[in-house]
């Protein structure tokens, strides 16, 4: 593996007046040696990566840098103007430039090099021996390392020998002058902690410098500062007790930061990854003004993607398998809404016929609706062919990360084409993850690793994950598909009423969460391969769904004296959540007052699912709630088991409610029982 940086690849006299003619500079140093491949390719990723964000920093230095498919090696190559370059940093011209150069694939040794040196440019004496440097040969081993003490104190003298001395020896002496017993020792305060995480578009060096400034920034300050570098060798997450214990957060970084979910409830300054490095001791400075206001702006933790939602230490098997598959539903949602509602939509329009009709590609009249509701059809049906191989590839993403992606996806496909459906596509993935997770484990040889996250696992995961979903577990899982097919098409009776009641429990047990979303899941599984049972299933589904947060917001509207002002409110928003099938409505109403809320709204979802279930209403709408009636079998009688759910889950709810009110007396002082300026005993 070659060095990183060597002579040829130094220029002291750099006469470049402009960015681009010192990037073309020093890249023609780099394809000289064989590193970059395409010099004006090459150029054009380091002007886009340019055009993002001006790559000049206080203190005289320009890091122009990219990730490109041109670059054969990660290579840095070093120029120092005379006259300066103008790099966009605020105070000025740049007179040392770094030209950074990696492969599309990385490599995980050499882009931790590049962020060492990232932290050297925070070094006041680093820069200062570059600037003083007369040989090539001498500059470029000073940039590698090879001559550490050229850096940290070969020109310092004795004076610098004292910084490693105590800056305050003498205040031991002093000690008995003041120690006066047990009340003259005052426990000291204890430190301010800081978490920080920085970030920037290609995580290569903006993302190390702004590390390396707040740390330096929170020593000085006196602060325990932690920092997370989120960058191209990828990041280890914070210490759960770490992040738990942090009296603040500072965020630096131009992408997005990874399971912001993590800092939420805590005081956040937010900014871009410049500000990292050029203003560190601003931002603690900030950040514990706002610890001192109780100013609380981290993110909501609903905002993490679920495929963040990392493992805790801890964590078993079951729940890091609930989690890997909530990432898949999750992401498969938005493609079963979108597909679901534009078929439903096309039904509506042209019948349950136009699946029939031919191509609007090749007959397409703009003056008829059959050809309109053709086009939504045949617009549904291909967002709808995405629903188990999105499925499978996120849940491969939520268990390998993004190598998942490729073997989740093509797995998840296969899954199709044999026939396997829903059932194949959730094994597809977790194979896809597994296999990718396994080759991730195995050790390479360094030249390697570039290769690997690009190459070497798609390639590898592909293919096996491949083997087994066509000629292993393929067959098998499509044959359990078509009995449960089966299974649905043939409900009736007692059996169809048992299993309304199951979805109902399962839809208001945890109102979205888990359970909620496998009922979900199972429903539009069904939506795949439509007929009679599953279209009856995914009817019970909604209609149970919509039950908890509509209950909620008529009992606040009929007995609102044993709600709190807030609950009221709250109860205002649930009629239209409610109606639109948000079960998560009532999540406010549940949190509050859970062992009251949720098992009201259990019982009013199996009243519900067995009801729908029994009058064989049925739904080809993924979605929609009150607002997709027209396209429900026995609409009437479905608003019927909707009613009637809604009224038992109200009912209890007031009952439950009415029964801790009227024992409240019993136990308070008469004044204390009047809630929120209503009458006591309401």
């Known amino acids: 593996m070659s ?60 890091i122009p840098h990219c990730r490109s498919a041109h670059v054969t090696e990660p290579t840095l190559a070093f120029g120092r103007s005379a006259a300066g370059i103008d790099f966009g940093a605020a105070d000025g011209p740049a007179d040392l430039i770094f030209l950074i150069a990696a492969p599309a694939g990385g490599d995980a040794d050499h882009l931790s090099i590049l962020s060492t040196l990232a932290r050297h440019l925070m070094d006041e004496e680093f820069t200062g021996a570059l600037r003083r440097a007369d040989d090539p040969a001498a500059a470029a081993a000073l940039i590698r390392g090879d001559e550490p003490e050229a850096v940290t104190g070969a020109e310092a003298g004795p004076e610098a020998e004292a910084v490693t001395e105590p800056a305050a020896e003498p205040e031991p002496a002093a000690k008995p002058e003041t120690d006066a017993g047990p009340e003259a020792k005052p426990e000291p305060a204890p430190p301010f902690k800081i978490v920080a995480v920085t970030s920037c578009p290609t995580g290569i060096a903006h993302t190390y410098m702004a590390a390396e400034a707040l740390a330096k920034a929170g020593k000085e300050a006196g602060v325990e500062l932690v920092v997370e570098t989120q960058g191209s060798a990828g990041f280890k997450r914070l210490d759960p007790e770490v992040v738990a214990a942090a009296d603040g957060v500072i965020f630096a970084h131009d992408v997005e930061v990874r399971d912001k979910a993590r800092f939420a409830g805590k005081p956040t300054v937010d900014v871009g990854v410049k500000a990292g490095v050029n203003r560190p001791a601003e931002l603690i400075a900030e950040v514990r003004e706002k610890a001192a206001r109780g100013d609380v702006s981290a993110p909501a933790a609903a905002g993490s993607a679920p495929m963040d939602r990392d493992g805790e230490a801890g964590d078993g098997f079951g729940t890091r398998l609930r989690k890997w598959l909530m990432t898949g539903v999750s992401y498969m949602v938005p493609f079963v809404a979108a597909g679901g509602l534009l078929i439903a939509l096309a039904f509506a329009i042209g019948g349950y016929g136009i699946n029939k009709a031919p191509s609007v590609a090749e007959h397409f009249v703009w003056t008829e609706s059959a050809s309109w509701a053709a086009l939504l059809f045949q617009i549904g049906s291909v967002a709808f062919g995405f629903l188990v191989p999105v499925l499978a590839g996120f849940i491969a993403y939520g268990m390998a990360d993004r190598p998942g992606l490729v073997p989740g996806f093509v797995g998840g496909a296969i899954a199709l084409t044999v026939n396997a459906g829903f059932l194949g596509g959730l094994i597809a993935g977790l194979i896809a993850g597994a296999v990718v997770m396994a080759v991730q484990r195995v050790r390479v040889a360094p030249a390697l690793r570039g290769i690997m996250p690009v190459v070497v696992i798609p390639l590898i995961s592909s293919a096996v994950v491949g083997f087994l979903m066509f000629l292993v577990v393929g067959k098998p899982i499509a044959a359990l598909q078509k009995a449960l097919t089966d299974w649905l098409s043939g409900l009736s009776g007692a059996n169809a009423v048992i299993l309304g009641v199951i979805l109902g429990l399962m839809m208001t047990f945890d109102l979205g969460g888990p359970l909620n979303k496998v009922a979900y899941a199972f429903a539009v599984g069904g939506l795949a391969n439509p007929n009679d049972g599953s279209l009856k299933v995914m009817a019970a589904v909604m209609a149970a769904g919509m039950v908890p947060p509509l209950a909620m917001a008529v009992a606040t509207t009929v007995r609102g004296g044993l709600f709190t002002r807030t609950e009221r409110e709250n109860g205002k928003a649930a009629w239209v959540l409610g109606a639109s099938f948000i079960t998560e409505g009532a999540i406010p109403f549940a949190a509050a007052d859970p062992l009251r809320v949720i098992p009201s709204a259990m019982a009013g979802g199996a009243v519900t699912g067995a009801l729908s279930m029994a009058f064989g209403c049925t739904l080809r709408a993924p979605h929609g709630g009150v607002f997709v009636v027209p396209l429900i079998g026995q609409p009437l009688l479905y608003l019927v088991a909707v009613l009637a759910g809604t009224a038992v889950t109200a009912a209890l709810v007031v009952l439950l409610k009415g029964l801790r009110k009227t024992a409240a007396p019993a136990v308070a002082a008469p004044e204390a029982t009047a809630v929120a300026g209503e009458p006591a005993g309401v």
């Open 3 to 62: 060095e990183l940086i060597t002579a040829e690849l130094v220029d002291l006299d750099l006469s470049a007046g402009s960015k681009e003619a010192a990037a073309r500079s020093l890249a023609e140093r780099m394809a000289g040696l064989g590193r970059v491949t395409d010099l004006d390719g090459f150029l054009a990723d380091v002007a886009a990566r340019e055009a993002q964000m001006p790559t000049g920093l206080d203190g005289g230095i320009g």
